[in-house]
C-alpha cells in the first residue's frame, strides 16, 4: 500500500512503562495471543505446556521459548484494544521488536466463513485507543511481517482471506446498519484488538502482523456464533501450527 499512518506528535509521556528490576530481558520475537484457547494450544506447541511463567505483564503471563538458540516470548490472554495495547507497549520495553497477534474475528463478508482464517492488511479504526498513537482513519501492519504469515499460511495449507478489517471497542453495537457500510467498504471481518495493535507498533517503530480465526458470522444480519464448532475448532489448531513457523522463519532471519 502506498498510503501511510502518521504518527500523533507529541511531547515525552508522563506515564509510561518500565522495566522492573524483576522483569527479564527478552528476545526480539513475541507472540501475542488473544484468548486462552489459543494460548494453551500454543504452550502445548512451543513446548511449554508444563513451563512457569517467566513473568506477568498485568493479569497475562508470559512464557519463553527457546528456539535455534533464539527466545520467542509467548503472552496472553488478552481482550480489547486498551488491553492489548498496554501489554504490547511493556513488550516493547523489555526488547520485543517483532510480534505475531493471534486472534479472532467475526466476519463481514457473507463469504468468509467460521473457521477461515483473515490476515490482515489494514485496519479501520473503531477503537478509542489509536487516536493517542495516530492520525487517521486506518493503522498498517509491517508489509514483511504479513508476507510471513501469509507464506506460514501457504506451507500448511491454510487457506486464507486478505483484507482489511474493522477493530471496536463496542461489540454489542454492531447493528444492521453499521455491518452494511462495512460491507460497502470491502471490511472482511471485525475485531477488538489490530487496529490499536498496528497503531501503538507504528509509534514505537517495530514490526507486527496478525492472524485471525473467524469465530463467528454477520455478514447475514444474523449472528451465527461457531465457538464450538467442530471447523472451528481444527482452526484453532492449524492456527497455531502457523504461528509457530512464523516465528521460526522470523528466527532465521534475524539481522
Known amino acids: 500500500m502506498t498510503e501511510k499512518c502518521k504518527a500523533v506528535k507529541s511531547t515525552r509521556e508522563v506515564v509510561y512503562p518500565k522495566k522492573g528490576k524483576s522483569d527479564p530481558d527478552l528476545g526480539p520475537v513475541a507472540v501475542m495471543v488473544a484468548m486462552k484457547r489459543d494460548l494453551d494450544i500454543l504452550r502445548r ?28 516470548s509467548l503472552v496472553g490472554p488478552m481482550l480489547g484494544a486498551p488491553y492489548a495495547a498496554m501489554i504490547l507497549e511493556k513488550l516493547v520495553v523489555l526488547g520485543v521488536r517483532k510480534v505475531v497477534f493471534l486472534g479472532w474475528c467475526g466476519s463481514i463478508c457473507q463469504d468468509i466463513r467460521i473457521g477461515d482464517f483473515v ?54 453495537r454492531e447493528t444492521e446498519d ?32 496478525v ?23 481444527k482452526a484453532c489448531k492449524k492456527a497455531s501450527e502457523v504461528v509457530v513457523t512464523t516465528c521460526q522463519k522470523m528466527i532465521q532471519k534475524r539481522g
Open 45 to 72: 506447541d512451543l513446548g511449554v505446556c508444563g513451563s512457569s511463567p517467566v513473568t506477568g505483564i498485568l493479569a497475562s503471563k508470559v512464557y519463553k521459548v527457546t528456539n535455534h538458540d533464539q527466545d520467542i
Open 119 to 172: 490476515v490482515p492488511d489494514r485496519a479501520v479504526i473503531g477503537e478509542g485507543t489509536s487516536q493517542y498513537y495516530l492520525n487517521g482513519g486506518f493503522s498498517l501492519p509491517s508489509e514483511k511481517m504479513t508476507r510471513a504469515i501469509e507464506a506460514a499460511c501457504q506451507s500448511h495449507s491454510a487457506f486464507f482471506h486478505k483484507g482489511p478489517v474493522w477493530s471496536t471497542d463496542a461489540p454489542y
Open 178 to 209: 453499521k455491518v452494511l457500510s462495512l460491507q460497502g467498504e470491502g471490511i472482511l471481518g471485525v475485531d477488538m484488538e489490530v487496529s490499536a495493535l498496528f497503531s501503538v507498533a507504528a509509534l514505537r517503530g517495530i514490526s507486527i502482523g
Open 211 to 233: 492472524l485471525l480465526i473467524v469465530s463467528d458470522e454477520l455478514g447475514s444480519l444474523q449472528w451465527k456464533p461457531g465457538f464450538s464448532s467442530t471447523r472451528f475448532n
